[in-house]
């Protein structure tokens, strides 16, 4: 008898805790879907790695996601999402980039989109190119910020240090005069306060998370993707490649308010 893909989960993967903000807004959005997440936090950060190094843990991560029987995985890294049309998948594979770009092409008003990401994310122009596709008349300003990411796994998303440092990186952007701001790491949501207090009222924030919301309803409405429909309330599953009581923590305030679930060991 053939398997009934649409009750297959649906695979979520970072190179840490940040994409449980992903997974966050999927659960909300398709809660009648299974998840299953990775977290490789034995390995992060992503963004000061090689292309070459990236591509490698990417695959390894796929395999391991595809082991376990999933319909689709997304790639919630942005550094990873970089890298993505270089790795095979028997599965659908989302990457955050061109949907995070095509958002911000239609919320800017002043045609001037700024991108904070990780180096690898950054040198790769990734964004830049992608908006470029969509309409060239956009100016797009980039800031790689390496030190957001260790901040946000040590916990410190509301921490007088991590305000100062989000300070310093988003200022050359507000100089340039951008209206809108991608946020290409998928960490950087869990630190949307502190971006609030330096860009004010007049800057749109683009959460990928959204937009890979869109592009995943869009596919089941076509029937690319099979949706679940037997009524339950969806589960997921939490795997690391390492755990500590900080990670722990640190999945418990972004997954809140939805129950806790342990993070369960990952061997890679």
């Not at 470029?132 to 390496?146: G, M, T």
Request: proline residues 6%.
């Amino acid at each position: 008898m053939a398997q009934d893909k649409s009750l297959l989960p649906i695979g979520v993967f970072d190179s840490g805790l940040g994409g449980l903000t992903v997974l966050r807004h999927l659960r909300e959005r398709f809660s009648h879907e299974d998840f299953v997440y990775l977290g490789d936090t034995a390995r992060i950060p992503y963004g000061s790695k090689s292309p070459r190094t990236i591509q490698r843990y990417l695959a390894q991560n796929l395999a391991f996601l595809n082991h376990l029987s999933v319909k689709a995985v997304v790639v919630a890294c942005n550094s990873a999402s970089t890298q993505a049309r270089f790795v095979e998948s028997p599965v659908p594979l989302y990457e955050v980039i061109g949907p995070g770009a095509l958002r911000a092409s239609i919320t800017t008003q002043n045609s001037r989109v700024g991108v904070v990401a990780t180096r690898a994310t950054v040198m790769s122009e990734c964004y830049p190119k992608e908006i470029e596709k969509l309409k060239p008349s956009i100016e797009v300003f980039q800031q790689a910020c390496p030190l957001l990411v260790p901040l946000v796994e040590e916990g410190w998303d509301d921490d007088p240090i991590t305000n100062l440092v989000v300070y310093r990186y988003l200022s050359p952007l507000l100089a340039a005069g951008i209206d809108t701001l991608i946020l290409g790491c998928t960490h950087y949501p869990i630190l949307k306060k502190a971006f609030a207090k330096v860009l004010g009222g007049h800057v749109q924030m683009v959460d990928s998370a959204e937009a890979i919301g869109d592009q995943i309803e869009r596919d089941f409405q076509l029937h690319k993707l099979p949706a679940k429909h037997d009524g339950r309330t969806g589960t997921f599953h939490l795997y690391t490649t390492d755990v500590s009581d900080t990670f722990e923590a640190l999945a418990r305030r972004i997954l809140a308010p939805n129950p806790s679930a342990k993070l369960e060991l990952a061997e890679i």
